[in-house]
């Protein structure tokens, strides 16, 4: 178990773009790590992934327009998002994938609201 304490959310217009944090309380040098996010009302759904050896892997609905990054160093997955679209609205969590489940409790998750 770790805690996961993520960031950098906030309001943006379309078209803007914002970088998020996640600060694990461990090590995940060895850890697969994702960004998720949750809208109103729908699903909390995969949207990147980044392997223990930097390979990566996204949603279509974001591919082109975010990208999963790490520090091994410093515990820390980043998620740079850019082109932001209404749609993206949602609050951002991340987490280590397990299959279809998490290896970890959620966060608190960081809120992204794009909107003019």
């Keep these: 178990q770790t805690e996961l304490v993520e960031s950098g959310g906030g309001l943006v217009q379309p078209g803007g773009s914002l970088r998020l944090s996640c600060v ?12 998720y996010r949750q809208a109103p009302g729908k ?9 223990s050896t930097g390979t990566t892997n996204y949603a279509d609905s974001v591919k082109g ?26 609050v951002y969590y991340c ?14 998750g960081t ?4 909107s003019s």
Excluded at 95 to 108: D, I
Excluded at 111 to 114: G, W
């Design 95 to 108: 987490n280590a994938p397990l299959g279809n489940l998490v290896q970890w409790s959620w966060g608190q």
């Design 24 to 35: 694990t309380a461990g090590s995940i040098f060895t850890i697969s790590m994702g960004w």
């Design 43 to 51: 699903l909390r759904e995969l949207v990147a992934r980044i392997g």
């Design 65 to 90: 327009r975010f990208t999963i990054s790490r520090d091994n160093a410093k515990n820390t997955v980043y998620l740079q998002m850019n082109n932001l679209r209404p749609e993206d609205t949602a």
């Design 111 to 114: 809120q992204v609201t794009v």
